[in-house]
């Protein structure tokens, strides 16, 4: 009797093996299905490794040309932020230059005691004085500062430091 229910468990656990083994090649003849069908456009199934060689190239000219934009997009960024660097210095000298033209303007103002339209239109003058003879506005007020200490006017002292410049480019 305990035979009889030994073969009828083993026959049972069988059954349930080969159902597994079924199912089992059933996926498996699946998988192996899919696996042929990959390479997939237009129906093309899978080849031999070499038979693909058009297609692998294909494949590395599409990467190339994927480096090359990712490089053409680096290149950009490292131009913009160089643009962004040289603009930001460029700020910095025109706040550097201003601070310099005002503190020479007040040098200027207080030997002068002008009001402030003269003091502008003395400026003015000053900036001309400085592309007429090819001088920096810094030499310009230099210059202008010292003459306004002897006591000279507004005009003269324009017209002196302008003589003066002139003078100075001739001799060298």
């Given at each position: 009797v305990a035979t009889e229910k030994l073969r009828a468990e083993l026959e049972i656990?069988?059954?349930?093996?080969?159902?597994?083994?079924?199912r089992f090649d059933r996926k498996l003849s699946e998988v192996d299905r899919k696996v042929r069908d990959?390479?997939?456009?237009?129906?093309?199934?899978?080849?031999?490794l070499g038979t693909g060689l058009s297609n692998a190239t294909a494949n590395a000219s599409e990467f190339e040309k994927s480096m090359a934009a990712a490089n053409a997009r680096v290149i950009a960024f490292g131009a913009s932020a160089g643009l962004v660097l040289q603009i930001s210095r460029a700020l910095k000298e025109t706040v550097k230059a201003t601070r310099e033209v005002e503190k020479a303007l007040t040098d200027i103002n207080i030997?002068?005691?002008?009001?402030?339209?003269n003091l502008q239109k003395f400026g003015d003058n000053l900036f001309k004085i400085a592309g007429q003879t090819g001088q920096g506005f810094q030499v310009v007020a230099t210059a202008a500062?010292?003459?306004a200490r002897q006591g000279l006017s507004m005009e003269k002292t324009l017209l002196r430091?302008?003589?003066a410049l002139i003078l100075t480019r001739l001799t060298g």
């Open positions: 656990i069988t059954k349930k093996a080969e159902a597994d083994l079924a990959l390479g997939g456009k237009g129906g093309k199934s899978l080849r031999p030997v002068l005691n002008a009001n402030t339209a500062t010292e003459l430091t302008k003589d």
